[in-house]
């Protein structure tokens, strides 16, 4: 994407390259296919995953197609929270993995799964940190997430995640 396409409050290609080279995941566990809005003031992240992409368990999903068909699975969903998680510690907060920080979530206060996510729609996600601790070395977040597929709300969350700070990879 060249910079004048870039969609405002969208992270430059080179910050979203470093975000994926450091992950802490393979850039396969990285669900999220465009980000489309980052913004440090409001502390919201608006992002789309194409579910056409591999994924890893749709494919293993047995079943009557009209009664319990191929969909994004509940550990694919919680895999985008922690894939938004990390765009907020990282673009919001500066926890850059190069630079020894790591996350993992620590509660899911709330999950309730509105309707099976569908495989050919994309998935809107939304996401709102609401709560927020910041000491040396360590940040630990409240969110709420909110993804919907073809103008329904499919999907509503919200967790706290915890990043630590440790020596630099390497």
């Known amino acids: 994407m060249t910079p004048a ?3 405002a409050g969208s992270p430059p290609p080179e ?3 470093r975000f994926l080279a450091s992950y802490f995941y393979d850039r396969a566990a990285f669900l999220i296919d465009d980000v489309r809005r980052i913004d440090p003031d409001s502390k919201e992240v608006d992002a789309v995953m194409d579910t056409r992409r ?3 368990y749709a494919p293993l999903q047995r079943g009557e197609p009209a009664l319990h068909p191929r969909h994004v699975s509940g550990p694919e969903l919680n895999m985008l929270t922690a894939n938004l998680g990390s765009l907020h510690a ?4 500066g926890c850059h993995w190069d630079e020894g920080w790591v ?3 620590t509660r899911i206060h709330r999950a ?13 996600l939304h996401s709102t940190e609401t709560r927020t601790r910041l000491g040396a070395g360590r940040l630990v977040s409240r969110y709420q997430f ?17 990043f ?7």
């Open 15 to 17: 910050a979203m390259e």
């Open 103 to 105: 996350g993992f979530g």
């Open 54 to 56: 591999r994924l890893l």
């Open 112 to 124: 309730d799964f509105k309707r099976l996510v569908r495989l050919g729609p994309p998935l809107v």
């Open 164 to 170: 630590l700070r440790g020596p630099p990879p390497g």
């Open 146 to 162: 909110r993804f919907e597929q073809e103008g329904e709300v499919v999907y509503l969350a919200e967790q706290t995640a915890q």
């Open 90 to 93: 990282y673009f919001v907060h």
């Open 5 to 7: 396409a870039q969609p």
